[in-house]
């Protein structure tokens, strides 16, 4: 069974920086692409990028391109979300996925952590 | 972008009714097309995809239909545990969209 454990999520201060984690588990990773979502408080939902399962291709919601970095490491069962310059409308909850059929459905989801962005 | 609008917003229903939700994409996304449903402060759970095919698991109550850019998804009788938000997405193309959500409330 798929079981998505994402951690990471804090309080940080806009123009700052945070790095959110995924441990992946009950899967083989690297058969999947791998996404992250996001939910701000009380709307919603938001694709925020995808991953091959090699690394080798990357996808991006234009309002995160430059400032958010998807990225894997199979071999730690990890997925991961670099996000820098952070603005008060990156708050939400963002959830690690999977696309199990590499199409785009995403079919697995995890609890999802809490990003806020505040001063 | 592909945008895709979801109707009505919100829905008043009784257990037992038929329920029908909307989602029409600005442009034609052939068959790619899921359904998801989520309650409060859970993640989502995909329902359906590629336009009507069921995840392995979900109830034959709910079934999807639809092509190019004009879907549905129906609850052919819905149940106590039916009650949530129900978002559709495509996947023809990047960046993935959904819907703005349907809300199914009890009347």
């Known amino acids: 069974e798929v079981h998505l454990v994402e951690s990471g999520g804090d309080l940080v201060q806009p123009g700052g920086s945070l790095r959110l984690s995924c441990a992946a588990s009950?899967?083989?990773?690297?058969?999947?692409?791998m996404t992250w979502v996001r939910q701000a408080p009380g709307k919603g939902l938001e694709w925020v990028a995808n991953?091959?399962?090699?690394?080798?291709?990357?996808q991006y919601v234009d309002s995160v391109k430059g400032r958010f970095t998807i990225s894997r490491d199979n071999a730690k069962n990890s997925l991961y979300l670099q996000m820098s310059s952070l603005r008060a409308e990156d708050t939400a909850v963002y959830y690690c996925?999977?696309?199990?059929?590499?199409?785009?459905?995403?079919?697995?989801w995890g609890q999802g952590t809490l990003v806020t962005v505040s001063s | 972008d592909i945008q895709m609008t979801q109707s009505p917003s919100t829905l008043s229903a009784s257990v037992g009714d038929r329920v029908t939700i909307t989602c029409r994409a600005s442009q034609s996304i052939s068959s790619w097309l899921a359904w998801y449903q989520q309650k409060p402060g859970k993640a989502p759970k995909l329902l359906i995809y590629?336009?009507?095919s069921l995840e392995t698991g979900v109830p034959s109550r709910f079934s999807g239909s639809g092509s190019g850019t004009e879907f549905t998804l129906t609850i052919s009788s819905l149940q106590p545990d039916d009650f949530a938000t129900y978002y559709c997405?495509?996947?023809?193309?990047?960046?993935?969209?959904f819907g703005g959500g349907t809300k199914v409330e009890m009347k």
């Open positions: 991953i091959k399962q090699d690394g080798s291709l990357k």
């Open positions: 996925a999977t696309t199990a059929r590499g199409y785009g459905d995403i079919d697995s």
């Open positions: 590629k336009v009507s």
């Open positions: 009950g899967f083989t990773l690297s058969s999947y692409w």
């Open positions: 997405q495509q996947y023809n193309s990047y960046p993935l969209t």
